[in-house]
């Protein structure tokens, strides 16, 4: 028996009450009822494995969470003005999993409200406004995020690109000019932000700062050539700017091999921003930074945030740290990572469409072409790989400027049974696909 209100009174209900710009997943919109780790089950009581969402960090309705929540939310919950061991403890513990300059935490409660924060904090210490961002990126739905953010201000919808606002290339490897020695894509990408900088010079002008997801993920689950970061962070504070790390999608142990993805390319930021996975689906989010910029920030107006901070979302926050340290979650989500994109690249011998596998520990992407050698995206065949493998039970996304690449960002409790399912159902929905498309 389904639960609750049938599909079509809840589509007719959102369209009548609901902001007419909120998107629904798949042509057939799928009601889920319940969630327990890695699988998501919906009102036929059908499960489905959860290949795409990134928040469920531990997996779906995780006990531990859930009981620290309910804990502390049964106990007292109030706002920072007051003292409270969980704001502390969390601090503690958050920030020990950054390098030692990054000492000093904010909380809030969204992706969006850290990269605002971010903002304010890199006024206080630059007193400046120009930003450098990469193109096609998204950092958040707030109107000043949306101008910082390509992915929006340049797509449908967008007002265009403001004057305070520099796009530098995405650093996508895979698409480099064949010209370019692997070695050198690093350097040659950064070129892109020198050319920023030198720009705004001969305006006498200079950049506040650079913000950068750590592994651009709208962009198409683009891993930074070596040495980009290293390069580009020299240049901007060589020109006087802070180098602000958005961790909210890749952040927190995804790619396994350490906490935070910056940490892969041998950079420490001046500010870290990081939401989704730290709560597991409470919203809690934060900003790391230094003592010196925290400093500045402390210029007589007090900072207040009437959730961020509070018992119970500190509760959360440090249920799921323990769970992660305590069930080694990052080592499995390196191992479990590596078993997929072995698969995928088996799979990418026997499937001429799949042009490129990338990935990191469960942070991954496969990019669909029409020839691999002109890399011309296969955008309906990712879409229907994307909507057979949901046929199929497993959920999974399209990303990119051409949607042309599938993302996946399963839980960092993902077992190599939940990876073997995935595999399979992957590789049966390509065999369909390409049939079909002959
Ligand atoms: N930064 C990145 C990289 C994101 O992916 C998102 C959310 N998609 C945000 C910021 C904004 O986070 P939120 O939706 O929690 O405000």
Known sequence: KRSGRSHEEILR???????PNLSISYDRPIKFVRGEGAWLIDDRGRAYLDCFNNVCHIGHAHPAVVEAMARQASTLNTNTRYL??????YAERLTATMPKELAVAGFVNSGSEANGLALRLMRAYTGRENAIVIDWAYHGTT?????ISAYKFRRKGGKGQKPHVHVATVPDSYHAPADWPIEEHGKRFAESVADLIAAMKARDEAPGFFLAESIPSVAGQVFLPDGYLKEVYRMVREAGGVCIADEVQVGFGRVGSHWWAFETQGVVPDIVTTGKPIGN????????TTREIASSFNNGMEF????????VSCAVGLAVLDVIEGEDLRRNALEIGNYLITAFRAMQERYEVIGDVRGLGLFLGIELVAD???????????RAVSNGARQRGVLMGTEGPHDNVLKMRPPMIFSKRDADHLIAVLDETFIAVLERAG
């Open 13 to 19: 209900l959102r369209k009548e009450l609901l902001l």
């Open 143 to 147: 109107q000043e995020l949306i101008e």
């Open 304 to 311: 207040f945030n009437t959730f961020g901070g509070n018992p």
């Open 281 to 288: 689906g409470h919203p809690v989010a934060a900003v790391i």
């Open 84 to 89: 409270h061991d969980n704001i502390v403890a």
């Open 372 to 382: 691999r050698r002109t890399k011309a995206p296969a955008t309906e065949i990712a």
